[in-house]
């Protein structure tokens, strides 16, 4: 992640996840206890406009600045310092190997040379982070080293949004990072013991982008683009019925349409759905030769169409289930959570973000 100026915060000061997506913003706030039990503080939505934002990029800065104010207005939280995120398309990564027992500063320059020789860009054009694996050096003495870089004015993009709607963003995450990082914490994923863990897999499935990340761990072992959205959805509904965008739109989140849409639209949009994954995650083996995947968890906003999970465990032939990230947290009796756990997966990556506070 990259913090914004680059310095170390306070695990005790307030931080929201903030999620922006094509479709809608979504905030996460949280709160720990001393007995690391995880407190709700508040979760919500405000939807964004059509064209607001395009192919990952704003479009329409002013139409975002100005959802974020209505969300911070509705949400009734405090605080205004955020972690963002950026799409995982805006991320290079890469794993090197250096030396074990560097100094922090050695380290640091040791990595910027490395990241310099296969990045496109020149040092003033990059925002750098890395992250040493836990794991014990190899026989060689060497360490893992996991770089994330992200072009300069892409990160500046997504904090000026902040400022114009008067929030401090204090971390810029990976989009995928914070979705695994959400993940990671809830039983279903932290059944197995570590050493014994088979590679499973996360569908993240926003309404205007997917990815496919296969993982081992902790560890993202591949990670693929995939062609599924709600907004073809949106748009067969617009086409079928004639509905206006907002009306296609208000349908599929009330669940209110005509009687002849599952049959006509859904069932199809699923299928073809089910059959994507099942090819990317073909590929998705044969590249990394991982096999006796054990699950598949399901988020976004996609992935809670009604019948999206069975169809990607019949299709697949691996158990499915749609991820809850508020699962085995505490709410306050005043949080202000309007509809959150209706949609809880949809929260995943800000979820995943709020939870940078405690790091």
Known sequence: MFYVPRFFHSQHESLAGLDIEAS???MVELSRSHNGIVHLECAAAEPLPQGAIVDQRISNPEQVVL?????????????????MGLPANAII?????????????????QVENEAHRFLPFGPEEICLDFEVSAAAPDANGECEIKLAAARREQVAERT???????????????????????????????????AERHPTVLLQLGSHSAQILLLQGESILHERELEISSAHLTRQLMERYGYLHHEARLGQTTNVLPDDYENALLQPFIALAAREVRQALQL???????????????????ATLPGMATAMSDSCGIPAALVDPFEGMLTRSSTVIPAAHEQASAYLVACGLALRRFD
């Open 24 to 26: 809608e913003i979504r």
């Open 67 to 83: 959802a974020l104010k209505r969300l911070w207005k509705t949400s009734r939280t405090r605080t205004t310092r955020v972690a």
């Open 93 to 109: 990564s890469r794993k090197i190997r250096l030396p074990a027992g560097l100094t922090e500063e050695h380290m640091e320059l």
């Open 160 to 194: 000026a949004l902040a400022r114009a709607a008067n929030l401090d963003a204090v971390i810029v995450d990976c989009d995928s990072y914070a979705a695994l990082n959400a993940l990671m914490r809830l039983p279903a994923a932290m059944r197995q013991p570590k």
């Open 284 to 302: 998705c083996e044969n590249a990394t030769g991982s096999q006796s995947i054990q699950r598949i968890f399901l988020a976004g906003e996609t």
